[in-house]
């Protein structure tokens, strides 16, 4: 059974760090694109980052330069580190591995959510 497990949300005051975790199931880490969304209440979710199967970056516009993907294979972890953080980005960030070659469920597989607040 696929697993998708993020963790280390919290408070954090507008300005500061936090690094959000992503644990995942061995059978999809390396094979799987991983990626980070977020949804803000009252919003659809958006798509922040992904770390592709190949180690190729991309981020969206309104993170790059502040947000950094990573994966530890020897961990089967994604991490997002958020840096310089903002009161927009306050929401609940979901990782999610999808397959580039259409295995799984459409639309890949999803984590439960942690939640980023930025407030001062």
């Known amino acids: 059974q696929v697993q998708l497990v993020e963790s280390g949300g919290g408070l954090v005051q507008p300005g500061g760090s936090l690094r959000l975790s992503c644990a995942v199931s061995?059978?999809?880490?390396?094979?799987?694109?991983l990626g980070w969304y977020r949804q803000a209440p009252g919003k659809q979710r958006d798509w922040v980052a992904t770390?592709?199967?190949?180690?190729?970056?991309s981020y969206a516009n309104s993170v790059k330069g502040r947000f950094t993907v990573s994966r530890d294979e020897a961990k089967n972890t994604m991490y997002l580190q958020m840096n310089t953080l903002k009161p927009e980005d306050t929401a609940v960030y979901y990782c999610?591995?999808?397959?580039?070659?259409?295995?799984?469920?459409?639309?890949?597989?999803w984590g439960q959510g942690t939640q980023v607040t930025v407030s001062s």
């Open positions: 770390i592709h199967s190949g180690g190729y970056l």
């Open positions: 999610n591995a999808i397959s580039p070659y259409g295995l799984g469920p459409s639309g890949g597989y």
């Open positions: 061995e059978s999809i880490f390396s094979t799987f694109h």
